[in-house]
């Protein structure tokens, strides 16, 4: 397939990028932080080694956490309404069926999956508007852990404490596990970083 | 009993812990950068005076006005049926179970700041005010959390009593194994903050807190100061041994 014609317009809009980038830092500080506060009182057999954590210690780690949180929610609002307001999410992210789903899982894992800029294929679509949920389930039991007295209505709806603690730690591991598969395949599709960083032409659809 | 060392290993812990990270960020020097010691390297674990350190500090303290703006007094902690008590509490400190100090002769517990009466209380004089029983849940600040019963005097009674300032911002606690802890007025006159003298039905045992200690399951476990000494009245922010390293001062739950 040849390399399509420009359509004139950018692969991700300027705010799209501003806001994946700031997004993108503050999960990394959220996540390294926690790992930080995870290590005080582990709830699955292993920590993580103090010096990829943030802050080394649980003071620390928390004091991290509850900065970095403010720029999360802040990024996490803007992108939402962006995302509603603009069609972004209607456009871009919501899930096709799911016979394209299968067709295009079996083409990525035999490599054979085309991927043209500004367009999102079914697995894309997928994991982003899967982590986007991920990350709103992250920070809703993130708060409900934060405040189990303030916001008990909303540790009531995760099933209560320790329960809610155990969910913040599984969408934790569903973010690093989609970080993983999300670098792999920029590493395999190279000018996709630089869309996200620079005014690249988007090319035309499939 | 035998004899105390002059210095325990926990009341240099912090110490020691600084001097071993001062160790890693050399070995991480000899063995090139990694993220940790880098991040030691700018001072971002609130124990140096790096602007990053001091950016934290200020979030910390932001932190705290929306935990206070967040609180109210009307909102009551879930209570748990005899049930779902744990079984086996687990012991926390900040030093070992076998340093737990027994409680001193002719111990009374000792009232400052902006009160009326400032006559020492005695545990017999404590037991005859008005007693609350509650089940709730301990929530550490380390993640985990322990369900268990405590009862004892309501700390708004027990203000009242003293003649306190109502309108003061803090209530200080200092405690005779070493450790201090303070907290805002309206989480001390929240109704199930209470000065517990028993702990599952039982009159409280050193490890537990003996004679009386604080239970203000409002907040995280380490602000429910444990062996009391002393209790003061304040506008100025005492701050406690935690929360002088870096811990959230407010930490409401």
Known sequence: ?206 | MSADPAVSRAEIARELARLSRRGLLRQGLRQGLTLGSLGLLTGCDLSTHSGIDAALWTMLRFNDRVQGALFSKRRLVETYPASAITKSFRFNAYYAVWQVRPVPDNWRLAVAGRVADRTPWSLARLRALPQEAQITRHICIEGWSQIGQWSGVPLHIFLRHIGADLRARYVAFTCFDGYSTSIDMASALHPQTILALDFDWQPLTPEWGAPVRLRIPVKLGFKSAKNLQSIEVTNRNPGGYWENQGYNWFSGV
């Open chain 1, 1 to 206: 397939m040849g390399r399509s014609r420009g359509t004139g317009r950018p692969t991700h809009p300027l705010p799209i990028r501003i806001m994946h980038w700031v997004g993108a830092s503050a999960i990394i500080c959220m996540i390294l932080s926690g790992w930080a506060i995870y290590n005080a009182s582990p709830s699955l057999p292993f920590t993580f080694p103090r010096w990829i954590t943030l802050g080394g210690w649980l003071g620390a780690g928390i004091a991290w956490h509850i900065s970095a949180m403010w720029v999360l929610f802040a990024d996490g609002l803007a992108y939402l309404a962006y995302g509603f307001l603009s069609g972004h999410f209607r456009r871009d992210l919501r899930p096709v069926g799911p016979r394209a789903l299968l067709h295009d899982i079996g083409a990525a894992l035999t490599f054979r999956l085309d991927h043209q800029l500004g367009h999102y294929n079914a697995v894309q679509r997928l994991l982003y508007s899967g982590v986007i949920l991920v990350i709103c389930l992250a920070v809703l039991t993130g708060l409900s852990i934060w405040k189990p007295v303030q916001l008990g209505w909303l540790t009531g709806v995760f099933g209560g404490y320790p329960v809610a603690r155990g969910i913040h730690l599984a969408m934790m591991l569903c973010i690093v596990g989609f970080l993983a598969l999300h670098l792999a395949l920029v590493a395999l599709f190279p000018r996709t970083l630089v869309s996200m960083i620079a005014p690249i032409e988007a090319e035309e659809g499939p």
